[in-house]
């Protein structure tokens, strides 16, 4: 983890495939097929399985064309609430949630050890955005529903919690209330389930619009967030998925990232190489996320009045 965070790639993703030892992640899925290691795969079939989060899967799903370049007849195992938002791959990839013990592969392989294998250095991240797109239909939905009025900006503040993943990553809702007094800014809430109960928490002339119920209620996830997405002109948010969908969908996008963040974000910069539209804003010192909404607050200042 800590030679991907200083970008020392090539060494980065030979230590990550020791993931498989660690007790505390998943194990390699039981696909028929040898593990690909970069060999010819023209007319070839290889079945790639997801891993992990579902972040994870909205950032490396950008391999699967280098893929289908090379010749490969791709087949994507993914968590079934994620195979409708990963419908623009299809086809030529065959996406489905779970795999048939009496259907044999050439090649398997996970997601997150194609990197290791295409050699992914950081000048060689494929990074054409977007990779992902909403559905024409639902944005339409929602752009009724939010109007077209105001400097729109959608806000997530909280991943998943529990476990070391969510240490110091998430943030208090409360950073972000000022930001609602800017003239012309609507805030408006992506975030689902975990962290709703702060709302209530807030000042009362602090306005954040929600969606309520019906806001992603189905079981396909991020649909109705994509939709969404594309009728706002920026996204601020912690390090969840939220911030993934955001990048492959290639909107503007500001993340807030604790000191020491995950290896994606790497150090010391205030863009990505995985996501060309997205700025991020960075801990000076563990904990302390007043400067960086200082900071966010002046850059949206300048922003919306322009």
Known sequence: ????????????????????????????????????????????????????????????VRYLPLLIERGAVVSLFVPENLIRLLRPFSPPVTISASTDDRVSFDFQCALMSLPLWFRTDLSSIPNAIPYLTAENDLVARWNQKLGSHGFKIGIAWQGKPGGPIDQGRSIPLAEFAPLAKIAGVRLISLQKTHGLDQLKRLPADTNIETFGEEFDSGSDAFVDTAAVMRNLDLIITSDTSIAHLAGALGRPTWIALKQVPDWRWLLERDDSPWYPTVRLFRQQTAGDWKSVFTKIDRELRSLASR
């Open 1 to 60: 983890m800590l030679r991907l965070l200083i970008g020392r790639f090539g060494d980065g993703w030979a230590d990550h495939e020791w993931r498989w030892q660690a007790n505390n992640l998943p194990k390699p899925a039981k696909i028929i097929g040898r593990p690909w290691r970069g060999e010819d795969l023209r007319g070839r079939s290889i079945a790639v399985y997801s891993e992990q989060g579902l972040g994870d899967v909205i950032q490396f």
